[in-house]
């Protein structure tokens, strides 16, 4: 059993930034694809980023590129989620998942039912 523990949310102003940090206890961290996803009140999740195994290989959701940032560090089972120049439309609850069954190093997913285990989530309030 997977254990994700999110971190880091909290409330800030319009352009300002946060880091989110989702702790993973149980398994082989490292050999988990990990992602990021975001719920406002009365939305559908939305996936926000992806890493792979290593910190090789990442994808941003287009419309956050260039402001948001997934890392991953795996002597501390641990990923990241820096985001920078955050907007009021960006309240949400963040979420952390795992997805445990890849056997490439490579792979990066995106749709939140493809993944195994989840965080409860930390809230992100963005005030204008």
């Known amino acids: 059993q997977v254990q994700l523990v999110e971190s880091g949310g909290g409330l800030v102003q319009a352009g300002g930034s946060l880091r989110l940090s989702c702790a993973a206890s149980?398994?082989?961290?490292?050999?988990?694809?990990m992602g990021w996803f975001r719920q406002a009140p009365g939305k559908e999740r939305e996936f926000v980023a992806a890493?792979?195994?290593?910190?090789?290989?990442?994808y941003v959701a287009d419309s956050l590129k260039g402001r948001f940032i997934i890392s991953r560090d795996n002597a501390l089972n641990t990923v990241y989620l820096q985001m920078n120049s955050l907007k009021p439309e960006e309240t949400a609850v963040y979420s952390c998942?795992?997805?445990?069954?890849?056997?490439?190093?490579?792979?990066?997913?995106?749709?939140?039912?493809?993944?195994?285990?989840w965080g409860q989530g930390t809230q992100v309030t963005v005030s204008s």
């Open positions: 998942a795992a997805e445990v069954h890849s056997r490439v190093a490579w792979r990066i997913v995106t749709t939140p039912n493809e993944y195994d285990f």
């Open positions: 149980g398994g082989t961290f490292s050999r988990y694809v």
């Open positions: 890493v792979s195994w290593s910190d090789e290989h990442t």
